[in-house]
């Protein structure tokens, strides 16, 4: 059975477009088939549906990584272990 198709004409802001259309893209997708997803799971849910978002950290984990990564490149702004148990001793202090 063949599934017919209409046209939807939605107004919106300028800027929200684009930064949900960057968004979109990053997840592989185009903003038609970003709309059918979630018509669709507003459907299935009765409401809606869930949350779509990058997996973006926050500042402070940004933070954390950064100061991994210098750690790596400088491993003398970081302490080394040989013994386990002697770190976590000192951990759990």
Known sequence: ???TTTNMNIRMDKEVK???QQIFAQLGMDMTTAVNVFLRQTIRYNGFPFELRLDIPNAETMAAIQEV????QDP???KSYTDVEEMMKELLK
């Open 18 to 20: 684009e930064q949900a």
């Open 76 to 78: 003398s702004l970081g």
């Open 1 to 3: 059975m063949a599934r």
């Open 69 to 72: 990564q210098q750690m790596k």
